[in-house]
T-cell receptor, first 114, second 113 residues
Framework: ETGVTQSPTHLIKTRGQQVTLRCSSQ?????VSWYQQALGQGPQFIFQ???????GRGNFPPRFSGLQFPNYSSELNVNALELDDSALYLC?????????????FGPGTRLTVL | AQTVTQSQPEMSVQEAETVTLSCTYD???????LFWYKQPPSRQMILVIR??????QNATENRFSVNFQKAAKSFSLKISDSQLGDTAMYFC??????????FGTGTSLTVIP
């Protein structure tokens, strides 16, 4: 166990809907990163938050957005869901957005878009 | 942009034997970090081993070791004395100095009893 939790475990939505995924980081970790892992692929970096501000973003459209809260929790929001958004969404927390710091991953949320 | 390539989608090894997983990467940065993560069927990613690019000495963690060739941009993982619990997806990852990860597509390793 890494001490990082995510909810819900599974989620089914329909195309066009909006979804919010939640992550609880390890205590003291003020950096959280979100990844999308399509079936059979490696995780793709969505964005990173540090002290409640976005601190880097991968090649994802603006309908992917996030929030980070002072209590070490965070959210990933996806608007106007598309079929290709079906994936495992992972969050990972770390002490700081500095290279070399280990990222601790949660178990993921499996999102299915119908 | 950073890219990470794992050319072995699937591998298998007999229990107690040694196996090597390959990884190459492409970057224009001179300082960075490389990782191997393990993702068992339960899905939670677990750190296996980490290598700082500025260190020439290869990292070792018990039965796990790496062969880091910076000039060739190669970072392979060797698992010695393979155990059934080593069965998992293994991801090679590049981390830049901002702490952002770029993963390969993974190698599915099966340890055969």
């Amino acid at each position: 166990e890494t001490g990082v939790t995510q909810s819900p475990t599974h989620l089914i939505k329909t195309r066009g809907q909006q979804v919010t995924l939640r992550c609880s980081s390890q205590s003291g970790h003020n950096t959280v990163s979100w990844y999308q892992q399509a079936l059979g692929q490696g995780p793709q970096f969505i964005f990173q938050y540090y002290r409640e501000e976005e601190n880097g973003r991968g090649n994802f459209p603006p309908r992917f957005s996030g929030l980070q809260f002072p209590n070490y929790s965070s959210e990933l929001n996806v608007n106007a869901l598309e079929l290709d958004d079906s994936a495992l969404y992972l969050c990972a927390s770390s002490l700081a957005p500095i290279g070399g710091n280990e990222q601790f991953f949660g178990p993921g949320t499996r999102l299915t878009v119908l | 942009a950073q890219t990470v390539t794992q050319s072995q989608p699937e591998m298998s090894v007999q229990e107690a034997e040694t196996v090597t997983l390959s990884c190459t990467y492409d970057t224009s940065e001179s300082n960075y970090y490389l990782f191997w993560y393990k993702q068992p069927p339960s899905r939670q990613m677990i750190l296996v081993i980490r290598q700082e690019a500025y260190k020439q000495q290869n990292a070792t963690e018990n039965r796990f070791s790496v062969n880091f060739q910076k000039a060739a941009k190669s970072f392979s993982l060797k698992i010695s004395d393979s155990q059934l619990g080593d069965t998992a997806m293994y991801f090679c990852a590049f981390m830049n100095l901002d702490g952002q990860f770029y993963f390969g597509t993974g190698t599915s390793l099966t340890v055969i009893p």
